[in-house]
């Protein structure tokens, strides 16, 4: 009975010892700790916009350097467009693959794959899209060239274009078209051997700014725009601008210049055409007998008229252009005449005047005695109407008929408040 009490100990003791050296513990041991991510393939690739290139591949290591599996990476298109696909572990080697379709447009195109916290993340792949094997167009020639409209340019419009090491690429479509007016000699042409793109160009008929783009869709730098200027033709036509049909005092100038506007045979102002310019009936003068047109076409001069009232004309000419001579009228009146109401008097109180002027009283006092105006003998009547003592007041007049008047202060007639004006 002894004995076998011992084995049924030895049992327990067996149970145990294997509980205590874990036997009950059934989990995989932790894998090992990535610590490290480098590039392996796939950089620096070219290709056309909007193709998918050679996957991209990075590895992740441990500190011993041994490969790492099932370690997450993230991958991200940074520049440039397009999208990139990938599972994101690393398989048994350590290695995760993104897979980049480039965006549409030429250029550089950029991506990363990274897990954050490991040495060498995030990891930077460059690509290089291009368009018809070319990346970039620059512009090469026959901008900023000036002639007259309707004009050919001497130099081609030209456009260089270029791949991503800045090689010049032959073979690449460009496209043309233009702004403003006028045309290209072609809708498109193909760049030479230098990567050199041209084509002639003819001005429109409007002067001013005209440009012409060159387009590659895609390419860095399209579209590309180069000016041109178009300056008017020969002078062909000359037409009254400003200035006629106006009035003012004899021998004073008038408040606005006449002038002329002389374009060529499309309606563009002509610069630099000398207009000769003369005094007609009446007299006076008239500032410039030769002005020259400036950038808007435009020739002018001050007219002042001459010593007569009545009908002023003046010519501006230009032999061989439609509409020359240009004729403009103006009438000359006499000049105005004042009289003032102070210290109960008209001063002057005598005026000699030519038929048409206009004679304005004013009341210049103060205090103010009560005055008005009122004639008494004339050819013509006129009156202030009731008698005001307000400084400042004005009356006016305009004598046409010629004559002697006679008028009076009604309130200090008496006192020799009297005047006298002839009209010739």
């Known amino acids: 009975?002894?004995?076998?009490?011992?084995?049924?100990?030895?049992?327990?003791?067996?149970?145990?010892?294997?509980?205590?050296?874990?036997?009950?513990?059934?989990?995989?041991?932790?894998?090992?700790?990535?610590?490290?991510?480098?590039?392996?393939?796939?950089?620096?690739?070219?290709?056309?916009?909007?193709?998918?290139?050679?996957?991209?591949?990075?590895?992740v290591?441990?500190?011993?350097?041994?490969?790492?599996?099932?370690?997450?990476v993230s991958w991200a298109v940074v520049a440039g467009g397009g999208s990139i696909a990938s599972s994101g572990l690393t398989d048994a080697s350590g290695l995760s693959t993104g897979t980049l379709t480039l965006g549409p447009n030429a250029g550089t195109q950029g991506a990363t794959a990274t897990h954050n916290g490991l040495s060498g993340s995030p990891v930077t792949f460059t690509s290089f899209s291009q368009i018809q094997g070319a990346t970039s167009i620059q512009a090469n020639g026959g901008g900023g060239q000036s002639d007259t409209v309707l004009a050919t340019l001497a130099t081609p419009m030209s456009v260089i274009v270029r791949d991503y090491k800045n090689v010049p690429v032959a073979g690449v479509s460009v496209n043309w078209s233009v702004t403003g007016g006028g045309s290209v000699g072609q809708a498109a042409t193909t760049t030479g051997a230098g990567g050199i793109g041209s084509v002639s160009r003819t001005l429109g008929a409007t002067a001013g700014s005209q440009s012409t783009v060159a387009t590659v869709s895609g390419l860095v730098g399209s579209p590309i725009t180069l000016g041109a200027t178009a300056t008017a033709g020969n002078a062909t036509q000359m037409a009254l601008n400003?200035?006629?049909?106006?009035?003012?005092?004899?021998?004073?100038?008038?408040?606005?210049?006449?002038?002329?506007?002389?374009?060529?045979?499309?309606?563009?102002?002509?610069?630099?055409v000398t207009v000769t310019w003369a005094v007609g009936d009446g007299g006076g003068t008239v500032s410039s007998t030769s002005p020259v047109t400036g950038g808007n076409g435009v020739a002018s001069v001050m007219r002042t008229l001459g010593p007569s009232a009545g009908t002023n004309t003046d010519t501006a000419r230009v032999n061989g252009l439609t509409g020359s001579p240009v004729v403009f009228t103006a009438t000359a009146t006499p000049p105005a005449a004042a009289v003032s109401l102070v210290n109960n008097s008209f001063s002057p109180s005598s005026l000699t005047i030519a038929s048409g002027t206009t004679v304005t009283w004013t009341w210049n006092c103060n205090p103010c005695n009560a005055h008005n105006v009122h004639s008494t003998s004339g050819p013509a009547s006129f009156n202030s109407g009731n008698t005001t003592a307000v400084n400042g007041t004005t009356f006016s007049f305009t004598f046409t008929t010629a004559g002697s008047y006679t008028y009076q202060c009604d309130v200090h007639f008496a006192s020799g408040m009297t005047g006298t004006i002839t009209v010739q």
């Open 1 to 59: 009975m002894h004995h076998i009490r011992w084995i049924a100990v030895l049992g327990v003791s067996a149970t145990l010892a294997g509980v205590a050296c874990g036997g009950g513990n059934s989990g995989t041991p932790p894998g090992p700790t990535p610590t490290q991510m480098a590039k392996v393939s796939g950089d620096s690739q070219v290709g056309a916009g909007g193709v998918t290139l050679t996957p991209f591949s990075v590895v």
């Open 242 to 272: 400003g200035g006629n049909n106006q009035t003012g005092s004899v021998n004073t100038a008038l408040a606005t210049p006449q002038s002329v506007l002389v374009s060529d045979g499309h309606g563009n102002a002509k610069s630099g």
């Open 61 to 72: 290591k441990d500190a011993n350097g041994s490969p790492v599996a099932n370690a997450t």
